[in-house]
């Protein structure tokens, strides 16, 4: 910076440089900063930092505002064509949304041939980058190369390559139903809320004194397992949450402004999903029933058992013995 700049224009940066980077500076403020009462004289201090890219100028309204920018940045766009620098500045404002070709080509007015080529220099000097849109795939658009595309562009931790991932959430959701599951049957201590899975093949609904499993709960245990790369945040769980009440897999218990969402897996979720925990748990059973109860369960395991939800009563051998209740009525 020394060998481009005056020592005044260098001071004036440097007074500038120590408000956050995105101070915008009127007149009267680069008029104290540079402890210069002339105007003619600070606007030539502006207009030197100006030429360098020291300096990007801005309107507010009526009045003209100044923002410093940083010395590497100042150093990257001085290395640029002024086509590249002006296609440059409007990328740059794009922020994380990022701009298509075609409005760079409107806002520029620049022949389509000039922009393909700036755009390739950038890109190849990794100024800039495409990417792609869920909202619009067939379009290109370009953003800073150091900055992270905004989740309506990318879609969010749902979208791989800009397609929509369904192995992914099935996944999650099916984690996520496990969890509450888990939680909602096997807990032991309703203060400390420690769990096991050791079945209780008498229970036939989740315990009334558990409150349920809060949205921080999933969030923490599917970050810490090493499910996904991605950090899913509180917003990505309830998305999960509500699918899965959809389904009628869970429901929702409860709920304030502090903890948005307090869960319990549905019974019938578990009943579907064929309930092979409590089934053939014969050992288990034993401690909590009687030797003759036992071995009724046990002779009778062929045609029904209330610990196999999904068996059924045989057929009757002779169905013309059947008797049914509304005829017999009806007599």
């Not at 990007?56 to 920018?69: M, P």
């Not at 800039?128 to 905004?150: E, F, G």
């Not at 969030?219 to 009440?245: A, P, Q």
Request: charged fraction near 25%; glycine fraction near 4%; hydrophobic fraction near 30%.
């Amino acid at each position: 910076m020394s060998d481009v700049l005056s020592n005044d224009a260098r001071n004036l940066y440097a007074k500038m440089r120590e408000f956050p980077s995105s101070k915008l500076f009127g007149q009267e403020e680069i008029e104290t900063a540079s402890g210069v009462n002339k105007k003619s004289v600070y606007m030539d201090l502006l207009q030197e930092l100006i030429d360098h890219k020291f300096i990007k100028v801005s309107r507010t309204g009526d009045e003209l505002k100044f923002q410093a920018v940083a010395e590497e940045e100042a150093k990257k766009v001085s290395s640029m064509t002024d086509d590249e620098a002006m296609i440059y500045s409007y990328i740059e404002n794009s922020g994380r949304e990022g701009i298509w070709t075609k409005t760079i080509k409107a806002k520029t007015n620049l022949h389509q041939h000039i922009v393909q080529k700036c755009l390739k220099s950038l890109e190849n000097n990794r100024y800039i980058k495409s990417i792609k849109s869920v909202k619009h795939p067939t379009r290109k658009i370009y953003m800073l190369y150091n900055l992270q595309p905004s989740i309506d562009v990318t879609g969010g931790p749902w979208f791989t390559d800009s397609e929509l991932d369904t192995e992914f959430i099935d996944t999650l959701v099916e984690v996520c139903w496990r969890f509450i599951v888990a939680k909602t049957i096997y807990i032991q201590n309703p203060e400390s809320e420690d769990y096991d899975s050791s079945s209780n093949p008498l229970q036939t609904s989740h315990h009334n004194h558990h409150r349920g499993v809060d949205l921080d709960q999933i969030v923490d245990y599917i970050n810490s397992s090493n499910i996904t790369s991605v950090e899913l945040g509180i917003n990505d769980i309830r998305s999960l949450c509500d699918v899965l009440i959809y389904d009628d897999r869970i429901e929702e218990v409860g709920g304030n402004q502090e903890n948005s969402g307090i869960f319990r897996a549905t019974w019938q979720s578990i009943i579907d999903k064929g309930n092979t925990v409590f089934q053939n748990n014969y050992q288990t059973i034993s401690e909590a029933v009687d030797k003759e109860c036992l071995d009724y369960l046990q002779s009778n395991q062929s045609n029904f058992s209330i610990f196999q939800y999904k068996s059924t009563i045989q057929d009757l051998q002779d169905s013309e013995d059947l008797v049914y209740l509304d005829s017999w009525m009806n007599e």
